[in-house]
């Protein structure tokens, strides 16, 4: 199947029903026990520093663990399947001191075994295709936000530099032949629209255009993203690219996250995609709420015709992604809502003129 053919499948499943993601990676990595060994591999042998706790890095060393846990989510009834590449941009692996060639093996190889194994899953279930979300994570380092409480301006990277990350990433992840790009984990509203310049300015000059998903976090109880947005404004900030679906993933779990997507749902005239946490972690990291607990949570939100795509974030694992699956089967997507023109602007609060 042609990507353009397998574009027009998810377009055309969107508006059947409602599409599921897969879920934690970190959580299902972790239950591997790896070495530092694992993260190495041949290629990375005599590499200076540690490696261990670099995922992402797996789609070069440990490639048969990344086809696996693809595997795992597409059995457990996932529609879409991240590539293993959260981190990989040249910014965000410099803290492990790789190059600019590593990192765009590791987005052109994560996007490959993702690949392979939807198409294999397509085969199998012709009539459930698979599909590949490309995985754009956040930066550790911010435009919006200053790195020196004693100087408002200070910064640790600059817009280009960020944009020009991010569009080695998309240009790799692009040829590694994904459907579509996912934005997730959002704490930086700036560091997204480089992404998505990024993205825009390499379709202008003739890359094959991918439908785009944004997905932002919010924090805490206070209802806005670390840059400080609330739901709404985040909204206006990036509904010039026309986005595919836009939601909110990660920070916390489904009964708290509840309020910011229903806003969400009601001011976007896209699709609303949300894939919570496993509930909030206890005293030691780990997360508690169990799979069922998980599903009747976003069962309710399907039934309120909130939502669109639907998965897990961390703590989440393909029997939580089983049990949720099996909760929205049936269940009607929701429908967009169609707004009346005006201007809408945003800051840290959205601004609306009729």
Same mark, same amino acid.
């Given at each position: ?10 377009? #055309?499943?969107?508006?059947?029903? $409602?599409?599921?993601? =897969? ?30 706790? /670099?995922?992402? $890095? ?41 190059? *600019?060639?590593?990192?765009? =093996?590791? /987005? ?10 939807? =198409?294999?899953?397509? &085969? ?6 698979? !599909? &590949?979300?490309?995985?754009?994570? +956040? ?19 600059? !817009?280009?530099?960020?944009? *020009? ?33 990024? $993205? ?10 991918? +439908?785009?998903? $944004? ?22 900030? &990036?509904?010039?690219? #026309?986005?595919?679906?836009?939601? !909110? ?8 996250? #509840? ?22 972690? /206890? ?7 169990? +799979? ?13 015709? %909130? ?16 049990? &949720? ?8 997507? #929701? ?15 959205? !601004?609306? %003129?009729?």
């Amino acid at each position: 199947m042609s990507r353009s053919s397998r574009i027009a499948a998810l377009e #055309r499943a969107a508006r059947e029903r $409602i599409l599921v993601l =897969d879920g934690s990676w970190g959580v299902m990595i972790q239950k591997r026990g790896l070495t530092e060994a694992d993260f190495r591999g041949e290629r990375f042998a005599a590499h200076p520093g540690q490696l261990k706790g /670099n995922n992402d $890095i797996l789609c070069l060393t440990r490639p048969d663990i990344i086809a696996d846990l693809h595997g795992q989510y597409f059995a457990a009834g996932a529609d879409i399947s991240e590539t293993n590449t959260f981190s990989s941009t040249v910014i965000a692996q410099d803290d492990y001191h790789l190059d *600019a060639a590593a990192v765009r =093996d590791i /987005n052109l190889e994560g996007a490959r075994i993702a690949r392979r194994v939807a =198409d294999e899953w397509t &085969v199998r279930q012709p009539s459930k295709p698979r !599909f &590949v979300a490309g995985s754009v994570g +956040p930066l550790n380092k911010m435009l919006s936000m200053s790195s020196d409480v004693n100087d408002p301006g200070a910064r640790l990277v600059s !817009f280009d530099e960020v944009y *020009a990350a991010y569009r080695d990433q998309i240009l790799a992840l692009n040829e590694g032949g994904v459907d579509l790009y996912l934005i997730e984990t959002i704490t930086d509203t700036l560091n997204c629209k480089a992404a998505l310049k990024a $993205i825009l300015d390499l379709e202008d000059e003739g890359l094959e255009h991918l +439908p785009v998903w $944004i997905s932002g976090t919010i924090t805490d109880r206070s209802g806005r993203t670390l840059s400080g947005q609330t739901a709404e404004a985040f909204w206006n900030s &990036v509904r010039h690219s #026309r986005p595919f679906a836009v939601g !909110f993933n990660c920070a916390l779990g489904a009964d708290l996250m #509840r309020p910011h997507i229903a806003e969400m749902s009601r001011v976007a005239d896209t699709l609303v995609a949300a894939y919570p946490n496993a509930g909030l972690p /206890n005293a030691f990291g780990e997360y508690d709420e169990a +799979p069922h607990q998980t599903a009747h949570e976003l069962e309710d939100w399907a039934r309120q015709g %909130l939502l669109n795509i639907v998965g897990g974030c961390c703590g989440t694992t393909p029997d939580h992604i089983r049990h &949720v699956a099996e909760a929205v089967a049936g269940l009607a997507p #929701r429908r967009p809502p169609q707004r009346p023109r005006a201007l809408r602007l945003s800051g840290l609060e959205p !601004f609306e %003129l009729a």
